[in-house]
């Protein structure tokens, strides 16, 4: 039984589609044979929907009832209207349609209907733009899907066309109005993603916009030269680009469209003839070009946009690696098909992968690879489908669909037993023959490693024996393992926990941690909550930060169980079971079971703010002037110039970012969105800065206790606590050294453990905790059971009993509130 | 996090590996594991450690797996790691 893989690249200017199905790498193509179809979608009066080149051809006539570059506008609420039919969309919905024809094409091709594929988003996506993907190709029809950075895929599929691989790779791509460049580092058959890099508004339309200012230049020359010739003395022409008038716009457009043409033209000729008889006026008179444009001139005007994007490979490897260490560079997207790009990418970066790589579908193909390395096949369980051999032994098989080692391990577990029993298995390789020595089944489990053939798929036959030697029928009878890259988890950028009402943190994932990921922990509430609007709440903070103090911490939302949803009293000290979950895609769920009522409360959390929506943006951007402002403040006390001067570049940054705001504001959609990438931009540097000083003055604040801990191990600490002590002491002063909050905090933490542990060793250990609890008694939520336990202590230390004082304590503790202000600074956490 | 994790949660006895673990045996026992775990293979949700088994799901394999691949990470690791003490081989090989 073969599997297939389907990827979609879902583009902004063109999308298309690959299936590969363990050996063979397919683009797929229209009924029209393009293997490309433009993001373009038109609604006929009718209401009738046209995609891809039926729609485009509509640009051009009827641009009210036709869109493209929706995809800039995905994760926004934003409503495209189509007057004609009276219909709106979402940018979601018209990229459904375009997934749905997508997937028309593979079911002309290749007769089946695939209702799982890896889908492809920028690797600049943020949460609310790649779920939009998602629920996109959920309409289209698709159960299952797995995103992919675009970078990776286009990596993986230049890997797999590539001979030899190597080490360090840049991925190139511009497209038709961005341009991501992203670095990448291949080694023992693993990919990994270093970082990444761009611009949102660098693409092939801003090549066209300088070709067709050309034309227009050249326009008016030539009327300006017939006009002298004749000695006429009419208007000047004079075409506008921001001018309201529509027949401006109309000849602005079609010159546009006639730049393009000519610019794709240029790609492949010396020298290309532009021109254009359109039933527009301007100023009076008829739009009638007729110019030739040659290669240089046109190469020319492109060269600053070039340098552009060439410098932002620089930034990019500069940032992040050696000079000199980059071994190649992949070309991806339209316009990397200009000599020009080729030319100097090659002479200013590194050579270039194999030519033979298709710039245009290689995101498509590496994306269907990719669902081979993740076992995301078309179909679904296909060996629930073979009707025949139902009697017989059946096992179920654990291996990697697609495997860089050569080696890989299959393992197989007897589920079904049937007579004759089998007690032995043999795998056999199609592809090159080699077959394994008989197995024996041990508790009904077999683990062999086999050997695959290189850069394709291999079929293994699955043989059994019984107890004799002689074959017996097993199930499933074959299995396939495809050899090539596999790439790594994609890791957690940020450590994510739970605020604490005593001010720490839970830290549910650390950052690092590969994604996807879940963990439950069992928290209790500090209130009780009474049903009913005014009972109250219980609050739980969800925070991302590298510091186990929440008011180091950023809160990215929370989880409420209010009163309102409660039937009945939760008395303080209530269990609650705490869940996040984490996607590949970074978007996160939280959960809070309370057993005791047997009652789930889901939250939805926002990681990151994005899209074009006003009043998030201003929010955004008032909250990010405000520590920018703080940052700056501190930079003046402290003399820092250095700083003072990296700020003001900061906000001149921000005070862009605020025009643009209000030029969406004014209805520039565009505007919105680069203002949207800036201020996350802006807000990752930010952040990073603030961590830095957070840890600072960390160090400073923290000096004293690290003393006293030390002190106490020193005094009670045992031989061994005391050399673990030596270590986190180097390690901690390395982290403060290198900046990694990370590592310090671990550290920190274990020096304190290493402290507390020798106190409570200390004779007076558990009095001192006593004592402490116990002046606050007056704070108890229960001051009955405050001041019996009291009392009992109090016995207990007479006594010396310290394991009876010690289970006192502890009580104590649970009866006392965390301090008012603590609280405050962990956002009002209800848990411990 | 616990000082005892540094120990018993040490990715190297997570994975069932000894310090000087190649980066293909890193993957290989990774993949080994999860395998094992999905097919509920007894066992193979505990490790040994000097200090007794513990318990292990395929989260802490794929963190222990990720930790393990970053050289860095893996020094770290290796620096806690007391080979000298561990009672035997990895049970399973
Ligand atoms: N042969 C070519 N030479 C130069 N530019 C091209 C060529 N083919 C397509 N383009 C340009 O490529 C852009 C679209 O690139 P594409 O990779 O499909 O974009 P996206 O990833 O944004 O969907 C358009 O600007 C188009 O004009
Ligand atoms: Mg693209």
């Given at each position: 039984m073969k599997h297939h893989y389907l990827g979609i690249d879902l583009g902004t200017s063109n999308s298309s589609c690959a299936l590969f199905d363990g050996t063979e790498l397919q683009v797929v193509r229209s009924e029209r044979g393009s293997s490309l179809i433009p993001s373009v979608v038109r609604i006929s009066p009718k209401g009738q929907i046209f995609t891809g080149s039926r729609a485009q051809r509509y640009l051009e006539r009827d641009p009210a009832n036709t869109r493209a570059e929706f995809k800039r506008l995905m994760g926004t609420e934003q409503q495209m209207l189509f007057p004609a039919s009276g219909q709106s969309k979402t940018p979601t919905e018209l990229s459904a349609a375009i997934i749905s024809s997508l997937l028309d094409n593979v079911e002309q091709q290749f007769n089946i209907r695939p209702t799982r594929a890896t889908v492809t988003v920028p690797a600049l996506f943020d949460l609310p733009q790649s779920n939009a993907t998602a629920e996109a190709a959920a309409m289209a029809g698709l159960e299952k899907i797995e995103l992919l950075q675009e970078p990776v895929a286009s990596a993986l599929a230049a890997g797999w066309n590539e001979e030899s691989l190597q080490q360090s790779w840049l991925v190139y791509d511009l497209g038709g109005g961005t341009f991501d460049a992203s670095l990448l580092e291949f080694q023992d058959g693993m990919l990994r993603v270093v970082a990444h890099d761009g611009d949102n508004f660098l693409g092939?339309?801003?090549?066209?916009?300088?070709?067709?200012?050309?034309?227009?230049?050249?326009?008016?020359?030539?009327?300006?030269?017939?006009?002298?010739?004749?000695?006429?003395?009419?208007?000047?022409?004079?075409?506008?680009?921001?001018?309201?008038?529509?027949?401006?716009?109309?000849?602005?457009?079609?010159?546009?469209?006639?730049?393009?043409?000519?610019?794709?033209?240029?790609?492949?000729?010396?020298?290309?003839?532009?021109?254009?008889?359109?039933?527009?006026?301007?100023?009076?008179?008829?739009?009638?070009?007729?110019?030739?444009?040659?290669r240089t001139t046109f190469e020319s005007l492109c060269q600053p946009l070039v340098d552009r994007s060439i410098e932002i490979c620089n930034r990019l490897l500069r940032e992040n690696m050696q000079e000199g260490k980059l071994d190649q560079v992949v070309l991806v997207g339209g316009p990397s098909m200009m000599p020009i790009i080729r030319e100097q990418v090659a002479s200013r970066l590194a050579p270039i992968a194999s030519g033979s790589l298709d710039p245009m579908t290689l995101v498509a193909q590496g994306a269907a690879l990719h669902g081979a390395s993740t076992g995301l096949s078309t179909e679904h369980d296909i060996e629930e489908r073979s009707e025949e051999n139902k009697n017989s032994n059946k096992f179920i098989l654990q291996h990697p669909t697609m495997s860089s080692d050569l080696q890989p391990v299959v393992i197989g577990r007897l589920v079904e037993k049937s007579e004759p029993l089998v007690t032995a298995v043999q795998l056999i390789n199609q592809a090159n023959q080699w077959s394994s020595d008989r197995i024996p089944l041990e508790d009904d489990v077999f683990m062999l490693d086999v050997q695959l053939q290189v850069k394709t798929g291999n079929l293994f036959t699955l043989n059994g024996f019984d107890k004799d030697g002689s074959p017996v029928p097993v199930r499933p009878e074959t299995l396939s393992i495809v050899h090539g890259i596999s790439i790594s988890d994609p890791p957690l950028s940020r450590s994510i926990g739970v605020a604490l009402s005593n001010g720490g943190v839970r830290r549910f994932f650390d950052r690092g941690t590969p994604l996807p990921i879940k963990r439950t922990f069992t928290h209790h509430s500090v209130d009780t909550v009474l049903p009913g609007k005014n009972g109250g709440a219980i609050t739980i903070p969800v925070v991302q930060g590298e510091f186990n103090e929440a008011r180091y911490c950023r809160s990215i939302g929370s989880l409420i169980i209010r009163g309102d949803s409660l039937k009945k009293a939760l008395p303080t000290g209530t269990g609650i079971e705490i869940t996040l979950e984490l996607d590949r895609g970074g978007s996160l769920k939280a959960q809070a079971l309370v057993p005791s009522i047997d009652k789930l409360f889901n939250g939805v959390l926002h990681l990151i703010v994005a899209g074009a929506d006003l009043d998030t943006l201003r929010a955004e951007a008032g909250s990010l002037r405000q520590r920018l402002s703080?940052?700056?403040?501190?930079?003046?006390?402290?003399?820092?110039?250095?700083?003072?001067?990296?700020?003001?570049?900061?906000?001149?940054?921000?005070?862009?970012?605020?025009?643009?705001?209000?030029?969406?504001?004014?209805?520039?959609?565009?505007?919105?969105?680069r203002a949207g990438y800036s201020l996350t931009s802006l807000a990752a540097k930010i952040d990073q800065e603030e961590t830095v000083r957070q840890l600072e003055q960390r160090c400073q604040e923290d000096e004293l206790g690290i003393l006293y801990d030390c002190d106490w191990i020193r005094d009670y600490g045992t031989e061994r606590e005391k050399s673990m002590l030596t270590r986190a002491l180097q390690t901690l002063e390395q982290a403060a050294k290198a900046k990694d909050p990370d590592q310090y905090s671990r550290q920190r933490e274990v020096i304190s453990k290493l402290g507390t542990t020798a106190y409570e060793r200390s004779p007076d250990g558990w009095a001192g905790y006593f004592e402490y609890a116990a002046a606050r008694i007056h704070e108890a939520g229960n001051l009955k059971k405050g001041e019996r336990l009291v009392w009992d202590g109090r016995k207990a230390m007479e006594k010396n009993d310290q394991v009876r004082l010690k289970k006192i304590v502890h009580q104590l503790w649970n009866l006392l509130p965390a301090d008012a202000k603590t609280r405050q600074e962990s956002f009002d956490s209800g848990i411990r | 996090m616990k000082v005892a994790d540094l120990f018993l949660r040490n990715p190297l006895y997570i994975l069932e590996l000894s310090a000087n673990a190649t980066a293909r045996e890193i993957e290989r026992q990774a993949g080994k594991i999860l395998g094992m775990m999905e097919l509920e293979v007894h066992n193979s949700t505990r490790y040994p450690t000097p200090w007794g088994s513990q318990p292990r799901d395929a989260a802490d394999v794929r963190l222990a797996r990720a930790e393990l691949r970053d050289p860095v990470r893996f020094h770290f690791h290796s620096f806690w790691f007391l080979e000298a003490e561990y009672p035997q081989a990895p049970s399973r090989n």
């Open positions: 092939g339309r801003d090549f066209d916009k300088l070709l067709a200012d050309w034309i227009i230049a050249a326009i008016e020359q030539e009327e300006k030269q017939e006009q002298e010739q004749e000695e006429e003395h009419g208007q000047k022409i004079s075409i506008q680009r921001d001018s309201p008038d529509k027949d401006h716009k109309k000849a602005i457009q079609l010159i546009t469209l006639a730049a393009e043409e000519t610019k794709i033209d240029l790609s492949t000729r010396e020298e290309s003839e532009i021109s254009l008889f359109a039933d527009v006026e301007i100023d009076g008179q008829p739009l009638d070009i007729e110019i030739t444009i040659d703080d940052l700056q403040k501190q930079a003046f006390k402290s003399n820092n110039r250095k700083k003072v001067s990296r700020y003001i570049g900061w906000l001149s940054e921000m005070e862009e970012a605020e025009r643009d705001i209000a030029s969406l504001q004014g209805g520039d959609q565009d505007a919105g969105q | -």
